[in-house]
């Protein structure tokens, strides 16, 4: 719409700005509904990582439980027992105090994850209540007419439209125009107004000129649980447990195929010696001495090709390396 038309209303001139205000702030709501979802995703994949900490725990337990049964210590103690009862009861005892010893963090850890889900959950619905109110206002009151780009830069008209005092010529017409947008054109887009998000533990600051201008809710809530993730994967390797992460990763894999993308990162693949089953899916993360190319940057491409992106580490041509990760021509 056209400054000059004059069909179209001066809203450069004539708006109120309190309400143009409240309506870049109420679109921001179809954006920061998704980043509150990216937080609670976030508490989901943190919490499936703990579970399976508490699986390695779990092994452990078996593990030294057989061994201590199995010492030279608890036969002694056994044989030592007077009657059946005093007998099993030193088994027990056995029992409560490995367990005790091996499982207590690894079911406070998880029940600490279980506790920051179900708050991630409380914060998300009594969010989504208030930003479903600012969209709905947002659809009814500001979608249907043309305000000032939210930038707040737009041409105005100095002159009248008579012409009287431009360029004192009688009857001349002023070409010059501003353009007006229809704000419902970026909706789910942040706008520029300085906003800041609380988006549980993380802080989204919508800036203008900021490079965001979207958010992929899984993959953010991949981001920010990737560091709790991958120390929990670490410890896994340590215990001599990933096979827990591979049995994970290739169910879900299976289940799932190309559209899974797993949270658990490049530290695992490197150091699995055995292909995961299932069908090829996306790894987790590129491998680090991929700076760009073909891959892209959410970390979720075919895992053949991040494999073959490995023979940089064995010490192959650029060239080679190159045609084996991106393709002859890429």
């Given at each position: 719409?056209?400054?000059?038309?004059?069909?179209?209303?001066?809203?450069?001139?004539?708006?109120?700005?309190?309400?143009?205000?409240?309506?870049?702030?109420?679109?921001?709501?179809?954006?920061?509904?998704?980043?509150?979802?990216?937080?609670?995703?976030?508490?989901?994949?943190?919490?499936?990582?703990?579970?399976?900490?508490?699986?390695?725990?779990?092994?452990?337990?078996?593990?030294?439980?057989?061994?201590?049964?199995?010492?030279q210590a608890t036969?002694?103690?056994?044989?030592?027992?007077?009657?059946?009862?005093?007998?099993?009861?030193?088994?027990?005892?056995?029992?409560?105090?490995?367990?005790?010893?091996?499982?207590?963090?690894?079911?406070?850890?998880?029940?600490?994850?279980?506790?920051?889900?179900?708050?991630?959950?409380?914060?998300?619905?009594?969010?989504?209540?208030?930003?479903?109110?600012?969209?709905?206002?947002?659809?009814?009151?500001?979608?249907?007419?043309?305000?000032?780009?939210?930038?707040?830069?737009?041409?105005?008209?100095?002159?009248?439209?008579?012409?009287?005092?431009?360029?004192?010529?009688?009857?001349?017409?002023?070409?010059?125009?501003?353009?007006?947008?229809?704000?419902?054109?970026?909706?789910?887009?942040?706008?520029?107004?300085?906003?800041?998000?609380?988006?549980?533990?993380?802080?989204?600051?919508?800036?203008?000129?900021?490079?965001?201008?979207?958010?992929?809710?899984?993959?953010?809530?991949?981001?920010?649980?990737?560091?709790?993730?991958?120390?929990?994967?670490?410890?896994?390797?340590?215990?001599?447990?990933?096979?827990?992460?591979?049995?994970?990763?290739?169910?879900?894999?299976?289940?799932?195929?190309?559209?899974?993308?797993?949270?658990?990162?490049?530290?695992?693949?490197?150091?699995?010696?055995?292909?995961?089953?299932?069908?090829?899916?996306?790894?987790?993360?590129?491998?680090?001495n991929v700076v760009?190319?073909?891959?892209?940057?959410?970390?979720?491409?075919?895992?053949?090709?991040?494999?073959?992106?490995?023979?940089?580490?064995?010490?192959?041509?650029?060239?080679?390396?190159?045609?084996?990760?991106?393709?002859?021509?890429?």
């Amino acid at each position: 719409a056209k400054l000059m038309d004059s069909s179209v209303p001066n809203a450069l001139k004539d708006f109120s700005r309190s309400t143009y205000d409240q309506c870049l702030t109420d679109r921001n709501a179809f954006y920061t509904i998704k980043a509150y979802g990216a937080a609670f995703i976030s508490k989901l994949y943190e919490f499936d990582a703990a579970v399976l900490a508490y699986r390695s725990a779990t092994l452990d337990t078996i593990q030294r439980t057989t061994s201590e049964l199995d010492s030279q210590a608890t036969h002694d103690a056994i044989q030592s027992a007077t009657g059946n009862a005093d007998k099993i009861q030193v088994i027990i005892d056995l029992y409560k105090r490995v367990i005790a010893s091996n499982k207590a963090g690894a079911q406070q850890e998880m029940a600490s994850k279980l506790e920051e889900l179900k708050r991630s959950l409380v914060e998300f619905k009594e969010n989504l209540s208030t930003e479903l109110i600012k969209a709905q206002r947002f659809v009814t009151s500001c979608s249907t007419k043309f305000w000032p780009a939210p930038s707040g830069k737009a041409l105005l008209d100095i002159c009248t439209r008579t012409g009287t005092k431009c360029v004192n010529r009688e009857y001349a017409e002023h070409a010059t125009c501003g353009c007006l947008v229809n704000l419902a054109t970026d909706v789910g887009d942040p706008s520029s107004t300085n906003a800041t998000m609380d988006v549980g533990r993380r802080l989204l600051t919508l800036t203008e000129g900021s490079s965001t201008i979207s958010i992929d809710m899984c993959a953010e809530g991949r981001r920010s649980a990737s560091n709790y993730v991958q120390g929990v994967s670490e410890r896994l390797m340590s215990a001599g447990h990933k096979n827990l992460i591979n049995e994970n990763v290739a169910t879900m894999r299976a289940l799932y195929g190309p559209y899974y993308c797993s949270p658990y990162g490049s530290a695992f693949e490197d150091a699995m010696t055995e292909p995961l089953s299932g069908p090829p899916g996306p790894p987790e993360l590129p491998p680090d001495n991929v700076v760009g190319g073909g891959g892209g940057d959410d970390g979720c491409f075919d895992r053949d090709r991040a494999a073959a992106c490995r023979l940089l580490d064995g010490g192959a041509s650029a060239a080679a390396a190159h045609s084996a990760c991106w393709g002859a021509a890429g």
